[in-house]
Each structure stands twice: as C-alpha cells, then as structure tokens.
C-alpha cells in the first residue's frame, strides 16, 4: 500500500514503444505524433478557456490595471508547480501525469488518492466546461435569431429546482418581477417541456451532450486526429484574441490607467485566486506522454512555452481592456463583449462569443484527452479493471476508458446543474499540484537529479523561513480584515459553525511552519517549496464546504481502493510474492 514504484518498472510499463522515442506504436500500444508545437498547442488550448472571456473581468474590477501585473505574479506562482511537472515528465514520460509521479514519489496509495482526485479535475471539471459551453453556444445562436426550445437547453436538476423556486414565490402571493432571470427561465423550460412517468419532465441540455458526444468521438478516432482539432482551435482562438488587441488598441484612452492600483494592493490581491485558476489546465499536457515523440525532451518545454504565451496574452488583454473602459464597468460576464459593444464596436463583439464557444470546445477536448489516459495507466497497475487499459487495435487510444469519459461526462452535463462543483474541481486540481510540488521534494529535495530537464536548485534553508515572514507581513498589512476575522475569538455559543471557517487557514499555517522547520534542517529546494505552500494557500481559500466534499470524496475513492485496488495491485501481489 506504501510501496513506492521503481522508476526502472515505470519506463518499462508502457506497451507503446520499447524506446520511448519511435513513432510507430507497438502492437497494442498507443501511436506517437505529438510534437512539441502540439503540446503547446493543447497547453494553450486548456489554459485559454472562459478565464479570458470572464475571470479578466472581475480581476479588473475589483485591482483595477494593476490586476494585469498580477497575471505576471500568479504565472510566477503556477510556474512553480509547472517546473515539477516539467521534471517529473523528463523523469517518468509516462501516461498518468499526477497519479504517475505520485506513485514513483510517495507509493501506491497516494497514487490512487491522487488519481482519484484527478476525476473531479478532468471528468467532473469537464462536466462544468460542456454546460458552460452550452450556455455560450446557445446565447450565439439566439443572437443570429437561432432558438432551441428552452427545455432542450438546461439540466433537469436546474429547471424543477426554479420552478419550485417560482412557484412557491406565487403561492406567497408575491410577483413575478422578484424571481431572477434564471428561476424564470428554469420556470418555462419545465412548464413546456414533455411530461415523463413519475411526474418528472424531459429537460435535458442537449448541447451539452452533443458537444461531449462530438468530442468523445474525436479523441476515440485518434490522438492525431486530436491534435489536428486542437491545433485548429488554438490558431482561430489566437486570430481572435490578436484582432481584439489590434483593435481595441485604437480606443485605448490612457487617462483609464490611472490610478494604477484604485483599490490599493488589497484590491488586487482580491483577484489571486481567480487570476490562478485561469491558468490551470497547463498540467493536462503531461498525460499524452506515451503519444509524443520526443516526450523526455519536449513535454517540459511545452509546458513552460504554453505558461509564457498564456501570460504574455492576459497581461495586454488585460490592459486593453482596462484602458478602453473604466475599471468600474468590468465586473460583467462577458468582459471583451461587453467593452466593445461600448465602444461601438458590435462586430467585434459578435466575433469575441464565436471565439468563447472555440475556446471552451478546445478546453473539453484537452480534458477528454487527458481522463481516459488516467484510468488507462490506473489499470495497467491493477487499480483498475484491466478493460480500461484497453488500447484500440486501429486508432491506438485508450477505446473502453474513451467510451467511459464521455458517458461520465455526458449524461450529467445533459442533467445536472454543476455550479456546486466548480469550487471542488479548482480543489482536486491543486491538490494535485500539491502532490506534484511535494513529490520532487522526495526524490530530489536537493537538485541532484540526472533528468534532461530539473526544477533549478536554490536552498531554501533560510529563504523559506524569511520569505514566509515577509508573505505574513504584507498580509498582515493589506489584508487587515481577514486577519481580524481570523484571530477573533469565537463563543461558546457559536460553537463548530463559528469555527469552521477558521479550520483552513490554520491548517496551511501548521503546514508553512512544518514546511519551514525542515527546509532549515534538511536543505529543501526553494522552488518546489514555494509552489507546494502556493497551492495549499489556494486551496484554503474554497472555503470548509469544499474541503468537507473533498474529504467525502476523497472517503469514497478509499473505499474502492480497498475493495478492489489493493486487492488487485500488481505492486501488492509482486510484494506479497516475494
């Protein structure tokens, strides 16, 4: 259960190719056409997905231009766990990303934590992605005059939920006009819609399901066919967002850069973890590790090229935009829209919702591509049943786990309404990257490590301790607060509810004291250091609630483990063996 996989028997695993380098795939193994312009093609085609169309908006809003510097420090910050996967991905160029370098690092049952964590990045993520680009491409074809019937456009969870919403609003005797827009809407839609036995109503999503069956079918026919779609949505993607900056660059008034900082660094640092989120996705690269051709060598570029490109765009979005309209009109859904619909400019704006609904197609195909290479490389392990390790005879993809992502996304995106979820998938993902960080502060805690490409070393022995007293300080200043509300004292009567809300912040505290105490006694690397507290900094900012579904989750990823994972361990049995 604790034993750590060899790094010989990894490399060993992959049936694709004996030298990790071919490009024609062995008899069962899965074919090798992933270049390094491809990779960071599909780094970029996650990265830049709704995060440009919304998250610069209320970034804006709330630090004013000064949110476009903190683009530069959040790309610093996420860097910091890019460069551990860049090494674990020259280590171990091997399918699994995550869960791979967790098994090498720490043994087998944080592998499997760490793999199941990765379903509410990729599956359940991806479940939030199909819906939110349900609502983009419906919103386009309503604005050519295009209109579905609303029941086909919303979950089934979503419309019985407002129109008991509306209903008892109703039944109080109150109007109409105090339900929002979207109780009325989910009102309609089951109103209209088809009864079905038991009283329920045929509402389903229907783009949602479409968009994920298209994809599936895509990523099921092959990764070359993958990255062909890929690389086509990224280049329309990059048209688009050039066009913008070209010409939002006309209607740039200066005088809106100033002040710089509105709202003070507080104002800015409001937008951290938003800022953050809207470059998670870089990650996905490494799970198509056995499909490129030079994956020891190009898997760590790509990952730092896509973080560099991604960067370099939202820091000018962000100044066009900022500079076209006050800071003060940004707090919208639609950001890029919306600024040039002011300015006149409604061409533009129409072309800025055709590109939110590419970018969102190509953030679920990267998404679709990297869960079946998961369970595939969970399975060659026994953690899973073997059909998931099935490759296609044909297209040489992961066939069975393909077919399964997509049901697994599909159906629910088609049914469910998934707003709860999204907080939860930001939390499984940084989990991840917290593993990962912590992970190379296991097998090289000192930068010793022979792999083509490794984090730079820098001791952290005294950096980490005073970069942790400075990091306090300037919260201690800005954040005023949230300090305050964190050291109140909480009464007996308000019991674990006035508590509660404390619990992730102290635990990140004990762990950046922990964290400090042995970078001083055992000379830890700086950088994977600061990504590792990076990512549980973030993470106490979801709130209790996620972190209670998380450990729920989390509870019943370890339930199968035992009942079938350990049982079935390739590990376990070689061990029990011996």
């Known amino acids: 259960m604790f034993r750590r996989k060899q790094l010989s028997d990894l490399l060993a695993n992959p049936p694709a190719d004996e030298d990790l380098h071919g490009s024609h795939p062995g008899e069962g193994g899965l074919a090798r056409h992933l270049t390094v312009r491809d990779l960071t093609a599909l ?9 440009i169309f919304s998250t610069i908006g209320n970034a804006s809003h709330d630090g004013g231009p000064a949110v476009s510097l903190l683009f530069v420090f959040t790309a610093i910050a996420c860097a910091f766990s ?4 860049a090494q674990f991905a020259a280590t171990i160029p091997v399918s699994g990303s995550a869960y791979t370098y967790a098994y090498a690092s720490f043994g087998e049952l944080a592998a499997w934590i760490i793999g199941w964590a990765l379903i509410m990045e990729y599956a359940v ?62 009102y309609k839609a089951w109103a209209a819609a088809p009864e079905l036995p038991g009283g329920l109503r045929l509402v389903l999503d229907l783009p949602a399901g479409l968009i994920t069956l298209a994809i599936t079918a895509l990523v099921y026919v092959g990764i070359k066919e993958s990255k062909n779609a890929s690389n086509l949505l990224v280049v329309l993607k990059l048209v688009v ?29 409001k937008g951290v973890s938003a800022v953050f989120f809207a470059y998670i996705g870089f990650d996905a690269i490494s799970t198509t590790a ?100 099935k490759v296609h005879p044909k297209h040489h993809t992961p066939s ?38 912590g992970g190379i502060l296991v097998i090289d805690p000192h930068g010793k490590s022979e792999a083509r490409f490794k984090v730079p070393y820098l001791n952290g022995r005294l950096l980490v301790p005073v970069l942790l007293l400075i990091g306090a300080g300037l919260v201690f200043v ?101």
């Open 43 to 51: 780094g970029i085609a996650a990265v830049i997905g709704a995060g």
């Open 82 to 85: 890019a460069l551990c996967y």
């Open 125 to 186: 993520g991806n479940i939030v992605v199909a819906i939110s680009w349900s609502d983009y491409f419906t919103g386009l074809l309503d604005g050519v005059g295009v209109h579905l019937p609303i029941w086909l456009t919303m979950g089934m969870q979503s419309a019985h939920k407002h129109y008991n919403e509306v209903l008892a609003l109703m039944q109080a005797g109150k109007p109409l006009a105090e339900a929002s827009a979207a109780q009325l809407e989910g």
């Open 241 to 269: 967002v050039a066009v913008v900056i070209l010409v939002g660059a006309f209607y740039v008034q200066p005088d809106n850069w100033s002040p710089f900082a509105p709202n003070g660094i507080g104002g800015v640092l």
């Open 290 to 389: 056995e499909e490129c051709k030079n994956p020891q060598r190009d898997l760590p570029r790509s990952m730092i090229y896509a973080l560099i490109i991604c960067t370099v765009l939202y820091v000018i979005i962000t100044l066009v935009l900022t500079g076209m309209v006050s800071y003060k009109e940004l707090a919208v859904g639609d950001p890029l829209a919306y600024v040039f619909n002011k300015v006149g400019v409604t061409w533009l704006g129409k072309i800025v919702a055709v590109s939110a609904v590419l970018a969102m197609a190509s953030v679920l195909l990267v998404f679709q591509i990297g869960q079946p290479r998961i369970w595939m490389t969970m399975s060659r392990d026994g953690l899973l049943p073997k059909v998931f390790a």
């Open 400 to 437: 069975f786990s393909t077919i399964v992502t997509g049901f697994f996304v599909g159906v629910p995106a088609m049914l469910l309404n998934m707003d709860l979820v999204i907080d939860l998938t930001s939390i499984g993902t940084l989990f991840a990257f917290a593993l990962v960080c």
């Open 478 to 578: 800005y954040n005023r607060e949230n300090v305050n509300e964190f050291f109140r004292l909480v009464s007996f009567s308000e019991g674990y509810e006035g508590f509660r809300h404390q619990i992730p912040m102290l635990v990140f505290l004990i762990a950046c004291v922990w964290v400090a105490a042995v970078s001083f006694t055992k000379n830890l690397s700086l950088l994977p250091v600061l990504g590792l507290l990076t990512n549980l900094y973030l993470m106490t900012q979801l709130g209790i609630s996620n972190w209670l579904l998380f450990g729920a989750w989390l509870i019943i990823g370890l339930a199968i483990y035992f009942n079938y994972g350990f049982k079935h361990s390739k590990l376990n049995k070689v061990a029990t063996a011996r």
